[in-house]
T-cell receptor, first 111, second 115 residues
Framework: KQEVTQIPAALSVPEGENLVLNCSFT??????LQWFRQDPGKGLTSLLLIQSSQREQTSGRLNASLDKSSGRSTLYIAASQPGDSATYLCAVNNQGGKLIFGQGTELSVKP | DTGVSQDPRHKITKRGQNVTFRCDPISEHNRLYWYRQTLGQGPEFLTY????????KSRLLSDRFSAERPKGSFSTLEIQRTEQGDSAMYLC?????????????FGPGTRLLVL
């Protein structure tokens, strides 16, 4: 049974800092992995999708990496801004279509 | 592309009542998913459809829950005889089945409060 864990549960950083969010999963036979952002009381916004054959994906200040053999993914955010404050969720797709989510990392970027 | 929409956005009901939620996916997407999210947790999968066929249901989906996608477009999720434990955010997502690139796009959610 696939399990997804995100560490830390919460993170507070000053504006401008580079930061890394971690995601680990127990079953390496994944189809793809997605990172999402969720603002309080809102739905999820897709940030990046990494296919199982890929090592990383980049979008603007975001870079996501995938290491299937070790069951890990990281989301790197460069030059953080207060507008980046949100909960970041990692989700794994094991070819069944459904996503299995971690519990999220709540990020606060202080001005 | 108007995104995934859900209706209603908020629902307050009394225990024992039935409620129905609607999801309209992105128009060209053939897959539609329902998830449930409680406070401080990541979303949990409930069920999904490919076109009008319901392909998988979670064990979380008790007999009181039923979902339909009659014409392969919009979907409804009904909860009968609601319980306080059903209070949660119900999220809908859609995707277009493409090898390795199946990004799921989420709607704004329906927040249910059972009193």
């Amino acid at each position: 049974k696939q399990e997804v864990t995100q560490i830390p549960a919460a993170l507070s950083v000053p504006e401008g800092e580079n930061l890394v969010l971690n995601c680990s999963f127990t079953d390496s036979a994944i189809y793809n992995l997605q990172w999402f952002r969720q603002d309080p009381g809102k739905g999820l916004t897709s940030l990046l999708l990494i296919q199982s054959s890929q090592r990383e994906q980049t979008s603007g200040r975001l870079n996501a990496s995938l290491d299937k053999s070790s069951g890990r993914s990281t989301l790197y955010i460069a030059a953080s801004q207060p507008g980046d404050s949100a909960t970041y969720l990692c989700a794994v797709n094991n070819q069944g279509g459904k996503l299995i989510f971690g519990q999220g990392t709540e990020l606060s970027v202080k001005p | 592309d108007t995104g995934v929409s859900q209706d209603p956005r908020h629902k307050i009901t009394k225990r024992g009542q039935n409620v129905t939620f609607r999801c309209d996916p992105i128009s060209e997407h053939n897959r539609l998913y329902w998830y449930r999210q409680t406070l401080g947790q990541g979303p949990e999968f409930l069920t999904y459809f490919q076109n009008e066929a319901q392909l998988e249901k979670s064990r979380l989906l008790s007999d009181r829950f039923s979902a339909e996608r009659p014409k392969g477009s919009f979907s409804t999720l009904e909860i009968q005889r609601t319980e306080q434990g059903d209070s949660a955010m119900y999220l809908c997502a859609s995707s277009q089945r493409r090898t390795g690139q199946e990004t799921q796009y989420f709607g704004p959610g329906t927040r249910l409060l059972v009193l």
